[in-house]
């Protein structure tokens, strides 16, 4: 990946894991065969050109916290116990 191309991709979208998702769903569609969005010279990876795009303002993201006025916060589902009953001994 080009430095600059990472530099002004982090400009536009300055949270690291959120770029990193995009680059990478991005990079899958075009290893499917998807089409950029923006020129590009040739031998340019699929990364740069993801990266592009992003920097152009081509790609976005949409953030589903505090939808439908409700707090997105990952709920704690307690996994239910289970519970062994021990074997009782045999009388001799």
Do not use: W
Not at 31 to 56: K, N, T
């Amino acid at each position: 990946m080009k430095a600059h191309l990472v530099q002004a991709a982090s400009e536009v979208i300055p949270n690291q894991q959120i770029l990193v998702n995009m680059v990478s769903r991005r990079v899958r569609q075009l290893c499917i065969g998807h089409r950029p969005m923006v020129e590009f010279i040739p031998g340019l990876g699929h990364a740069d050109i993801a990266l592009s795009e992003i920097a152009a303002g081509k790609l976005g993201f949409e953030s589903t916290l505090n939808q439908n006025g409700k707090d997105a916060a990952p709920q704690v589902v307690k996994f239910p116990g289970i519970l062994v009953a021990k074997a009782k001994e045999k009388a001799a």
